[in-house]
């Protein structure tokens, strides 16, 4: 089968077809994809009933893995491989997560507008999440083009922000949400580190915003002219005419370039309905700004 694209909104998102994840993909395969990837962002592949070995094995066409996603909470027990993000809302034998677990508070975070790993030197390229088990009653998933509102900015303020760099760590984006109680050793791995504001796609040449709830600090800004700043691009960043939501349907597999997207999960009842959502994430070429090694 061809592969074909269909756009699924004017700047951001399309759907992929004729690609099988369960399969070795060609280079001429991996191209495509990838040529998808540069154009639209976002990549929504249906009928993609895969299990892990698979998702990984598809992954690994992309770039090394990026790992140890569920691990910056102590005494945690994994559901899944440390290649996975467990975006669900269960336990190791698949219970739902009770209403104070620090795995859920953790977890809200995702409800807020981030680029998966900015807290690391390296961040993500791109991020593949499988929908095992969907939701229709909220658990929308919004992607929003940081490309065309990098290009919708005025002159000015592009010229201001072209060599900004911002302080990203988990603690921030957390902090945000109240979430605030962290022992030493958590505190120690989740410190900051920099990443610049404008970053330019490695093949398409476009310039974007390196945007994320990880955000706390704009490097040599007093913080809360940095953070009113921060709110500002973000929400000129979320406009709708900027953000596609995807609605999910059951072994749908979305692909998503950090690079030049953000994105967020809608609430739903996670106390009550089962959402079995599974990430594996690709790193990135390198920082985006030279800096101390963590
Ligand atoms: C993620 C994430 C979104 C979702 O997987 O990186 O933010 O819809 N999850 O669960
Ligand atoms: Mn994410």
């Not at 998102?13 to 540069?38: K, S």
């Not at 005025?154 to 603690?171: F, G, Q, R």
């Not at 984006?173 to 605030?180: A, C, I, M, N, V």
Request: neutral net charge; glycine residues 6%.
């Amino acid at each position: 089968m061809p592969i074909e694209t269909h756009p699924l909104h004017r700047h951001i998102g399309a759907t992929m077809t004729g690609v099988d994840v369960r399969r070795p993909q060609t280079a001429d395969d991996v191209a495509a994809i990838e040529a998808g990837m540069d154009r639209h962002a976002v990549l929504v592949l249906p009928g993609q009933d895969i299990d892990d070995q698979q998702q990984l094995a598809f992954t690994r066409n992309f770039g090394p893995l990026q790992e140890g996603a569920n691990t910056t909470l102590t005494a945690t027990t994994l559901r899944l491989g440390a290649a996975f993000a467990d975006v669900s809302n269960l336990d190791k034998d698949n219970q739902r997560l009770e209403r104070n677990d620090r795995r859920r508070m953790a977890a809200l975070g995702n409800r807020l507008w981030h680029s998966d790993a900015t807290f690391r030197i390296v961040p993500a390229r791109y991020s593949l999440l499988s929908g095992r088990i969907t939701t229709t009653n909220g658990g929308n998933t919004e992607f929003a083009d940081m490309r065309a509102a990098y290009d919708a900015l005025d002159p000015a303020t592009k010229d201001e922000i072209e060599d900004l760099v911002c302080e990203h760590s988990l603690i921030y984006s957390r902090g945000q949400l109240g979430f605030t109680d962290f022992t030493d050793a958590e505190r120690h791995s989740m410190r900051p580190v920099l990443h610049r504001l404008v970053r330019t796609h490695p093949v398409t040449g476009r310039k974007s915003l390196l945007l994320s709830a990880h955000i706390g600090a704009i490097v040599g800004w007093p913080r809360p002219e940095a953070m009113s700043f921060i709110r500002d691009l973000m929400e000129h960043a979320t406009q709708p005419e900027f953000v596609y939501a995807h609605r999910w349907t059951r072994h749908d597999f979305v692909i998503w370039d950090n690079r030049t997207t953000m994105h967020r999960v809608r609430r739903f009842d996670d106390l009550n309905i089962v959402r079995d959502m599974r990430r594996t994430t690709t790193m990135s070429e390198g920082p985006t700004v030279a800096q101390q090694a963590a």
